[in-house]
């Protein structure tokens, strides 16, 4: 059974991460942000060093590894029956982030609809990183060399994915605007 998939798709600070909390809490959506799955991780283990090493620097954690935590988080979300995935649709951010990743999940997702949150004022996402570094103590946005590098990492690795889904599942969203116009501009466009 492929999961009923919807991703939220964009650069670092296009707010994939605050649309997709606000729609996980919408019965019949589960979300799972791949950032938090690792952000999660005990830091102390092989897989949390792993994660430390690469998102320090502002690079991606290898596609095997990402993929292996992720599958297993969402593994257990299903025994845990947070995740219904005959009722549930699937709400992702941060995953996947390049076409091999796309290719593994190929098996296990069936993506319905992708929602590309365009933010073209890099300066909106320099400012939105700042703070969420400040307010949430991430350490992956707190400086601006190190959201230059995960742009550039998007730019070169992630953003190559949205060709790699068909034309008519994607939507481009304007990232600019307020949340809540963003989560209604994303809801007018699912049909259950």
């Not at 946005?141 to 998007?154: F, H, K, N, P, V």
Request: overall charge positive; hydrophobic content about 40%; proline content about 5%.
């Amino acid at each position: 059974m492929k999961f009923k998939t919807i991703l939220l798709f964009g650069a670092p600070g296009s707010g994939k991460g605050t649309l997709g909390k606000i729609i996980g809490t919408i019965p019949g959506f589960f979300h799972s942000a791949c950032g938090d799955v690792f952000r999660s991780l005990n830091l102390n283990s092989r897989t949390g060093r792993i994660f430390m090493e690469y998102s320090s620097k502002g690079q991606l954690v290898p596609d095997a590894i990402t993929i292996e935590v992720w599958t297993n988080f969402i593994k257990n979300m299903v025994a845990l029956e947070r995740y219904k995935p005959d009722l549930d649709y699937l709400v992702l951010d941060g995953i996947p982030r390049n076409i091999r990743q796309a290719e593994m999940l190929q098996e296990m997702l069936q993506v319905d609809y992708l929602f590309h949150l365009v933010c073209p004022d890099r300066n909106l996402i320099y400012e939105r990183l700042r703070r969420r570094a400040l307010k949430e103590n991430r350490f992956d946005d707190a400086s601006d060399e190190i959201i230059a590098q995960r742009l550039a990492t998007y730019e070169k690795e992630s953003k190559p994915v949205l060709d790699f889904y068909p034309r008519e599942v994607r939507y481009d969203i304007d990232a600019t605007q307020w949340p809540y116009q963003v989560l209604r501009d994303i809801l007018c466009k699912i049909k259950r």
